[in-house]
């Protein structure tokens, strides 16, 4: 797997540095537009004077089922490292489902038998409970629990991790409405599927790349011992406990409610999960599902265990994932679809030709420009020509640190940049992203902010080493703060206030070119593009021709 050097341009003499601002999207004013009211003289500028072209960053663009399904940072760090857009996720769940090949897998088989072969088990589904489509959908679950029925299962317990980042921030009630009037029409003397247990997805089992393990020690408790901490009081019904610890903890957004139990009729934990019973993690995306499912598949007694869940009851149970969420460490052991089988990837290419490459970010997002960037593949092609280099997140509400670590990024980009080492070099700001999930506009322009004068300092660096700088993002956030109405103005409450909108936009992102070296010998295209035609001109500006399986490059010399 080779690139040929291209006839047409040798390729740029310093650096080719690429700077993903998370969640930094591109539209108009609206009222909520944390970008556009930030004050960002460095993005100001950039694109005032340099080659800017708009990239498609949702939907089939990146391999998302419809283009009304909003963007992601997984998707979106897959498509810029592939070159190509592979089907995701939700569209592969999607189709196994409707062509019966989930059901008729070994796995599904497994999960079955398994509960069939213990009297009195359970199947459990735990994940985030939202039609969202980034990391899950109630579609999904619900075609599950039908199909248990269908099998003779009896016992069904649903495990819900409040979503409210990815759906309007308080809407985990209406879903759980929606959700208890579908198991009502499905329940019956033979079958019992209930909701036993939840919180909110930023509070437990959901955590990511190690940031805060305590968050998935909590939701084992609560959903595998029924213990949710303090005084582990029990609520009769899932809106019932929404509703009452939204009231005592003035909470407002459903991704940070505390967890919860639901009780049985005879006042004890309703969804114990215990010995023999099958349980699915029901999360497409892998980043967030890895850790419990390292909790659920790491042998008794093994060193993971005694680190996180020591003297902690751990039954033995058949687990499995929606997916296998990472391909090189094969987690889970057990997965009901077969994930995108990503190859020929950027990084790949690079290493192949030993082309140094470095990548930077912080906790929250360095296994997107690792791990997703490299196609899903968590180690790297080439330890010899590759560094990977991840910056400790601070575990603190993100609006209450909106700067987050964008400043140690930047020194060592700068660093690195200084000691000519590495020829391509990838960095993500999490900043337009993490704080923009909070629906906190204040917090998110100072984050946005952060990065535009970051922007300044890698610019001044990349300038002096004779390097060029792309700035792009990987799908909207921060530009859309509110909920908008047909008129693109922001919605109102019962209260006439602005309604915060937590989830990704469906907006278009920036991708800036800054070469003061080489651009004469080049244009940049007036074309539509997207995500994946990012990696074609990374290989061209490097003095490559892009594979040709690849989507096409953005710029075409003269």
Request: glycine share 8%; hydrophobic share 35%.
């Amino acid at each position: 797997m080779r690139l040929n050097k291209s006839n047409k341009f040798q390729g740029i003499n310093g650096p080719l540095v690429c700077v993903v601002m998370d969640g930094v999207g591109d539209a108009p004013e609206n009222g909520g537009n944390a970008v556009s009211l930030a004050n960002t003289p460095n993005l100001d500028y950039l694109k005032s004077n340099y080659p800017a072209v708009n990239l498609k960053a949702h939907g089939t663009a990146v391999g998302l089922p419809s283009d009304e399904d909003m963007g992601n940072s997984e998707v979106g760090h897959n498509a810029m490292g592939a070159g190509q857009v592979f089907a995701q996720g939700a569209k592969l769940v999607t189709k196994a489902i409707e062509s019966g090949e989930m059901f008729a897998s070994e796995t599904w088989r497994k999960l079955i038998e398994n509960i069939k072969s213990n009297k009195n088990s359970s199947l459990h589904f735990i994940g985030l409970f939202s039609d969202g489509n980034v990391h899950s959908h109630l579609n999904h679950l619900e075609a599950m629990i039908k199909q248990a029925k269908k099998e003779n299962i009896k016992n069904v317990k649903i495990h819900i991790l409040l979503d409210g980042r990815d759906v309007p921030k308080t809407s985990g009630i209406i879903y759980v409405e929606k959700f208890e009037k579908f198991l009502d029409n499905l329940n019956s003397e033979d079958f019992s599927a209930k909701i036993v247990s939840g919180g909110g997805r930023m509070k437990i089992t959901m955590d990511r790349y190690g940031a805060d393990w305590s968050m998935v020690e909590r939701g084992w408790k609560v959903h595998v011992l029924g213990d949710s901490g303090a005084n582990n009081r029990l609520f009769n019904s899932a809106a019932e406990a929404i509703k009452t610890i939204r009231e005592e903890t003035n909470n407002d957004n459903d991704q940070f409610l505390d967890a919860f139990v639901i009780s049985d009729k005879n006042g004890e934990p309703a969804g114990k999960i215990l010995d023999g019973d099958s349980v699915v993690f029901f999360n497409f995306r892998g980043d967030r599902a890895i850790e419990i499912s390292l909790a659920f598949d790491s042998p008794p007694n093994s060193d993971f265990d005694k680190k996180y869940f020591d003297r902690i009851y751990k039954p033995n149970v058949f687990y499995a994932g929606m997916l296998e969420y990472d391909g090189d460490l094969h987690i889970p052991n057990n997965y009901l679809v077969n994930p995108p089988e990503i190859k020929g990837t950027l990084g790949e290419y690079l290493a192949a030709e030993k082309i140094t490459q470095l990548a930077v970010s912080e906790t929250q997002k360095f296994g997107h420009v690792t791990y997703f960037w490299n196609g899903n593949k968590s180690g790297k092609f080439d330890e010899e020509t590759e560094n990977y280099i991840e910056i400790k997140s601070d575990i603190i509400p993100f609006e209450q640190r909106p700067w987050m670590k964008a400043a140690e990024i930047t020194d060592i980009l700068i660093q690195e940049i200084k000691n000519n080492k590495y020829k391509f070099i990838r960095a993500n700001f999490p900043n337009g992203d993490m704080v923009g999930h909070t629906g906190n506009l204040a917090a998110t322009i100072i984050g946005v902010e952060t990065v535009d004068l970051q922007l300044g300092r890698i610019l001044e660096s990349v300038r002096e080493a004779n390097g060029v700088l792309i700035v792009t993002s990987d799908h909207g956030n921060a530009d859309e703060m509110f909920e908008l109405d047909k008129n693109g103005l922001p919605s109102r409450d019962n209260n006439n206030r602005p309604k915060p909108k937590t989830a990704h936009t469906l907006n278009p992102v920036p991708c800036i070119i800054i070469d003061d070296f080489n651009s004469a010998k080049y244009t940049v295209k007036d074309e539509n593009f997207g995500l994946s035609n990012l990696a074609a001109t990374i290989v061209n500006l490097l003095g490559y021709d892009a594979p040709g399986y690849w989507d096409g490059s953005m710029i075409e010399f003269i």
